[in-house]
């Protein structure tokens, strides 16, 4: 098992707060990993660190052998669907993705473009603006954007979030596809059904500290919660009344 992304004792203060507080993970090449953990816990702040979005202020964080600060050969591996997405709403759909195919130097870019598109189903649309587009096709192009340079890892910060039943599946099914064709996936999400179906093992943090992390058989053995569903196990895990 050869590991992707490992984070070591890290940790992010903002003022007083231990966003991230002396954090230990580990993701092994190809694995469909699930981040939880209760609103405010330090998903999102997780994801920046490791993206390179922030710095720590301790701590490691090492993709594909290459550590922090040496930034530059990890861009080139990761892509990332974050949880705001700035969009450039005036831009059309065909626009955004060319502006991040030239950010990307990516060779012979409309053949790329058109590719993305039609992956994720919005070919009709890519000569509307941003502005336009439903909330599921702006997480979709979203998608398409993080994918345009192929990344061997993607972190996404709640993709579905907001999201129709279908919307949500249609954004499952293309993340399934992708973890199927190697890509290891690193993903922050409330759907706890959706996380149950998708990942192989998952990660449980609370108040930026990890509580629990392993398959969902584990989480079930480790709180005796055999048979339960990953929200009673997150539920159980991430109650605060005995601290
Ligand atoms: N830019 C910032 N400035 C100050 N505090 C911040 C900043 N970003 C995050 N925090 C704080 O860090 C903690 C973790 O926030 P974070 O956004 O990482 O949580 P999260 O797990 O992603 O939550 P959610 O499920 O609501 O998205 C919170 O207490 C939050 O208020
Ligand atoms: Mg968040």
């Not at 203060?13 to 090449?29: F, G, P, R, T, W």
């Not at 030239?102 to 509307?128: A, F, H």
């Amino acid at each position: 098992m050869k590991i992707i992304i490992s984070a070591r004792n890290l940790t992010k203060l903002y003022d007083s707060i231990k966003a991230v507080d002396a954090l230990n993970l580990e993701i092994a090449q190809g694995e469909f990993f699930g981040f939880l953990g209760p609103n405010g816990a330090g998903k999102t702040t997780t994801i920046r660190l490791m993206t390179g979005i922030i710095e720590p202020a301790s701590g490691e964080i090492t993709i594909a052998g290459n550590a922090y600060p040496n930034l530059k050969p990890i861009l080139n591996l990761i892509g990332v669907v974050p949880e705001s997405r700035g969009f450039y709403e005036w831009m059309t759909a065909k626009e955004y993705l060319s502006f991040f195919a030239s950010l990307y130097n990516i060779p012979n870019p409309q053949k790329k473009i058109e590719e993305l598109l039609g992956k994720v189903n919005l070919s009709e649309r890519k000569s509307s603006m941003i502005g336009t587009l439903s909330r599921g096709m702006k997480q979709r192009l979203g998608l398409a954007r993080a994918l345009i340079n192929d990344p061997k890892i993607l972190f996404l910060d709640e993709p579905t979030l907001g999201l129709d039943p279908q919307g949500q599946e249609e954004i499952q099914n293309l993340l399934r596809q992708l973890n199927k064709d190697g890509v290891t996936i690193f993903l922050s999400s409330h759907q706890l059904n959706e996380v149950s179906n998708l990942c192989s093992r998952v990660a449980i943090i609370n108040k930026g500290k990890l509580v629990a992390e392993g398959t969902i058989e584990e989480l079930q053995k480790k709180t005796k919660l055999e048979g339960s569903t990953l929200k009673d196990i997150f539920l159980t895990l991430t109650n605060d009344k005995h601290v």
